[in-house]
Nanobody, 125 residues
Framework: QVQLVESGGGLVQAGGSLRLSCAASGRPFSSRAVGWFRQPPGKEREFVALVTSIRPNTYYADSVKGRFTVSRDNAKATVYLQMDALKPEDTAVYYC??????????????????WGQGTQVTVSS
């Protein structure tokens, strides 16, 4: 089992920045790809970013490309999501999860397991 715990959420003004953390415990972490998703109020959970275990490579949703940066520190068993130039539409609960494959690919939440409890990000206009 892998346990993931997100932190770093909060209230920020539009144009501001936040850095989210996803800390892992349990099974080895360094060999696992990790994704970030978000769920805006009243909407479905959507893909935000993915960082692979090899090299690593990164992938982003079009809505956050150029503003968000995903990275990992395997020594700390932690994945980060640096969010800059935040917009009110970024308001959501942010989750991290382990990419297991399957589903419709890495943007599909069905391809992920071991979800954290989420952290709230609120961007005021």
């Amino acid at each position: 089992q892998v346990q993931l715990v997100e932190s770093g959420g909060g209230l920020v003004q539009a144009g501001g920045s936040l850095r989210l953390s996803c800390a892992a415990s349990g099974r080895p972490f360094s060999s696992r790809a990790v994704g970030w998703f978000r769920q805006p109020p009243g909407k479905e959970r959507e893909f935000v970013a993915l960082v692979t275990s090899i090299r690593p490579n990164t992938y982003y949703a079009d809505s956050v490309k150029g503003r968000f940066t995903v990275s990992r520190d395997n020594a700390k068993a932690t994945v980060y999501l640096q969010m800059d130039a935040l917009k009110p539409e970024d308001t959501a609960v942010y989750y991290c999860a382990i990419y297991e494959g399957g589903g419709s690919g890495y943007t599909d939440r069905a391809a992920y397991d071991y979800w954290g409890q989420g952290t709230q990000v609120t961007v005021s206009s």
